[in-house]
């Protein structure tokens, strides 16, 4: 999930990651947030109207159409937030996301999805950035006792902390997640989205 701005910064290192068969997925333009934030106090959730978010996040489809050439169907929203405005002004821009892409990711939620009754627009997401991978097997172990849709997502990737999924973490999930033993399905978010709709 991208942001044009720091997509354009490294754009052959993307371009590599679409050749190679990865998701790109929309994270709007601009990474508007909640203005509580300090590093969205210029561009916080409760100055957007509806029609702004939808400006924000078609700009970003078009860049990345564009840059990549590939037109995203799925997204991610920025910090897990989903409303714009403020007190009785405000309102959700999930029906938004519902309008244009076949998944709206969220963030830092604490349960798995459950394909038989889930929001496609509102998928759950769990944050791993700084676990260890027995955290991140529990998860797994949860999701698949009952038969959930387990979306894990995460930031850079390094040996620290902070907004880090850690590679002895990463190296350790994708050796479990890969033994067919397991029983688990890997795909693509739009792909599970994809199956989950044509099996309702």
């Known amino acids: 999930y991208i942001s044009p701005g720091n997509m354009e910064q490294r754009l ?29 106090r210029n561009n916080a959730l409760e100055d957007y109207t509806l029609e702004r ?33 403020r007190g009785l002004n405000t309102k959700s821009y999930i029906p938004l996301v519902a309008k244009h892409f076949i998944v709206g990711r969220s963030a ?8 038989s009754f889930m929001d496609l627009a509102q998928a759950t997401g769990i944050d ?35 907004q880090t999924i850690l590679a002895d973490t990463l190296e350790r999930l994708c050796q479990y997640t890969q033994d067919p033993a397991n029983g688990i399905w890997i795909d693509t978010v739009a ?9 309702r």
């Open 108 to 115: 830092f939620d604490e349960v798995h999805n459950n394909p």
């Open 12 to 40: 052959s290192d993307w371009e590599k990651i679409v050749a190679d068969g990865h998701e790109i997925g929309n994270h709007t333009m601009t990474h508007p947030c909640s203005g509580n934030f300090s590093f969205a």
């Open 53 to 85: 978010m939808e400006d924000d996040i078609l700009s970003a489809n078009e860049i990345i159409m564009k840059k990549l050439g590939v037109s995203p169907s799925t997204f991610a929203y920025p910090c897990g937030q989903k409303f714009v405005g």
């Open 191 to 199: 792909n599970i989205g994809n199956y989950i709709l044509q099996n």
């Open 128 to 162: 791993i950035d700084s676990a260890s991978f027995e955290k991140v097997k529990s998860f797994i172990e949860r999701a698949l006792l009952e038969g959930g849709w387990l979306i894990l997502f995460g930031h850079e990737i390094g040996t620290n902390g902070g």
